[in-house]
């Protein structure tokens, strides 16, 4: 099932639907794109149409944050679960390391994909890892150092709507099966960023510790508390 939050198709799935349909179109081998869709995305992209076209052109977009999930049961259209990046990432290497897909781990800044490859191998051991390396969007090198890896899955941590930009560009020059956008991803698993507490992530508290611990997040937090409830309050008296 889909919904449509501000323009911005969501698909309504379980964690582990969502997992089944990424491990689908890896078998299917096509290029596909995953987009973890959070409130700050959804805001940016009312002002991007490109943006708005890619992520609503992708194969699966989950519900990455409270927010959505708020906004989804105000709207009247309910998502069944938050799907985190962090979470849908450690998923991913579980399944690719199960079934003997490879990994490549691409952006962040320097040494964190290297540090996030090693972090996930300690604990998925056979898990292939077919690269890892900082990049930037507008780097060719980065396209030639895909390339030769030929990687089954892609992740991408260059922060929204850079890294979903990007996948769409390469979606059309390299045959990979898997795509996703990860944003801050790398830092938790590399432990630049501590993860929050786990009573707040539960009562959608996780933003609080968040500015605590990365203050430079201010107006992305304001994005997503302030500015995106607001607007979806207008959406609700404009309907």
């Known amino acids: 099932m889909k919904r449509f939050i501000l323009g911005i198709k969501i698909d ?3 964690f582990t639907e969502a997992v089944r349909k990424i491990d689908s179109l890896i078998v299917a081998g096509k290029p596909s794109h995953v987009v ?3 409130p700050e995305m959804i805001m940016a992209a009312q002002n991007d149409e490109k ?3 890619i992520i609503n052109a992708a194969d699966l977009v989950v519900p990455d944050g409270k927010g959505i999930m708020m906004a989804g049961k105000f709207l009247g259209k309910p998502l069944r679960e938050r799907i985190t990046g962090v979470d849908l990432t450690w998923a991913i290497c579980k399944l690719a390391e199960n079934r003997g897909y490879s990994v490549f781990f691409l952006g ?3 040494g964190v994909a290297r540090k996030t490859a090693q972090r ?3 604990i998925s051991d056979r898990l292939k890892i077919s690269g890892f390396y900082p990049g930037r969007p507008d ?3 980065t396209i030639d150092i895909i390339k030769k890896s030929k990687p089954d899955i892609l992740l991408v941590a260059f922060g929204a709507p850079k890294q979903e930009k990007f996948i769409y560009q390469l979606k059309n020059r390299v045959n990979i099966p898997l795509s996703m956008g990860v944003g801050g991803t790398f830092d938790y698993i590399a432990g630049v960023y501590p993860y929050a507490p786990l009573w707040m992530r539960k009562i959608g508290f996780e933003w609080l510790y968040r500015l605590w611990t990365q203050p430079n997040r201010l107006n992305r937090i304001i994005t997503a508390t302030i500015r995106f409830p607001l607007t979806m309050l207008k959406a609700k008296i404009l309907k």
Do not use: E
């Open 108 to 110: 962040g800044k320097d």
């Open 139 to 141: 780097d060719p090198q």
């Open 120 to 122: 996930v191998t300690k």
């Open 36 to 38: 973890t869709v959070n």
């Open 51 to 53: 943006f708005r076209r």
């Open 12 to 14: 309504s799935l379980t």
